[in-house]
């Protein structure tokens, strides 16, 4: 796994081992960031579940200004540090080890960008989009990764679902505010 482009392009990211683990693919990652190439610079984006933080690693190395990473998991929290330290992110980082939605209710940050790559069919995905969209600007944007079988939820406080993309036996949701979808 890489980053793909940006300040830190081509950088080798260390991943989790075991099972459980299911990085974003390679071509999956690079259809997301193409889909939000005009959105990123100066940003605030969130990684939720974040496992090896890649997806807050190549919004920072393509612009945004901060990035939020969080994991429940000490493995995960433990290699999204030492990726943030080797692509050279740790001053516009920020790493929590924490739940998503505990993180969500407590947390005041507010955030341009979301992603969110739950452990599948758990229904952590339908739990965390509401909290999310609450710590959202209204000209953000949501990206969900889940599998092709399960229901992507149709939105949450004034976010809507805008697109859905399919990859194999992944889709990748997509949520924008809704005044934002008619302009």
Do not use: W
Request: with cysteine.
């Amino acid at each position: 796994m890489r980053v793909i482009t940006g300040t830190a392009r081509g950088r080798t990211l260390a991943t989790l081992e075991g099972e459980d683990v299911r990085p974003t693919a390679e071509r999956v990652k690079e259809a997301v960031f193409s889909m939000l190439q005009f959105e990123l610079e100066g940003r605030h984006v969130l990684d939720l579940f974040a496992g090896s933080g890649q997806l807050g690693i190549e919004a920072l190395s393509r612009g945004a200004e901060k990035a939020v990473f969080v994991d429940a998991d000490k493995n995960a929290i433990r290699v999204i540090k030492s990726n943030v330290e080797k692509t050279g992110f740790t001053d516009c980082s920020s790493v929590y080890n924490s739940d998503a939605l505990s993180y969500l209710r407590f947390s005041g940050d507010k955030f341009h960008i979301a992603f969110l790559d739950p452990p599948y069919s758990k229904g952590l995905l339908e739990k965390a989009l509401p909290e999310v969209a609450k710590k959202m600007h209204k000209s953000g944007v949501i990206v969900c990764e889940l599998p092709i079988r399960d229901p992507e939820p149709e939105g949450a406080e004034g976010f809507k679902l805008y697109r859905t993309y399919k990859y194999g036996k992944i889709k990748i949701a997509v949520y924008r505010f809704e005044k934002e979808m008619l302009e």
